[in-house]
């Protein structure tokens, strides 16, 4: 088992750095084909508690948002955040429904959007990936609860209170 992670973590790192002898440019198909191996298996890391691999598909300098107003950490923060949740063997399970993926006209960037099947429900993921190096990176990534339109008043009702110690503390 250990060396079946390592050999999906070497392929990921090689299809997310796609050094070797293509072309100059990759074509947006297969930019599109790359970002969304990477992004199924981030997302795959994750649910096997597999921290390392899923850090490092997090550029540096990476941001993490999340479904609270008080998620927007840094990589480094949000890696301590995650720490426990994988050191229990099984952090999230995060199942893609849909994905869009579109390719800056350098081929150097590309931002998505994502359907997920979450402990929460339906959600959405966005977020941004950068090419340095010959390798992906994940820039940003917002993960949002998705509200069905004729629910939005009852969950504005609910998460008054809450909003509103977070204004006056924000204002600060």
Partial sequence: MKYLKLFLFSFTALVACNQAGGPAKQQPEGINATVDTLLNNWHKDASEANFDQYMALMDSISVFI????NENWTKSQFAAFCKPHFEKGKAWDFKTLERNIYVSKTAEFVWFDELLDTWMG???GS???EKSNGCWKIKQY???VSIPNE???AVIEAKMETDSIFM???KK
């Fill in 66 to 69: 999340g479904t609270d107003a």
């Fill in 127 to 129: 977020g941004v990936l």
């Fill in 142 to 144: 917002v993960l949002s």
């Fill in 151 to 153: 629910d939005v008043r």
């Fill in 122 to 124: 339906v959600c959405r």
């Fill in 168 to 170: 006056v503390r924000i």
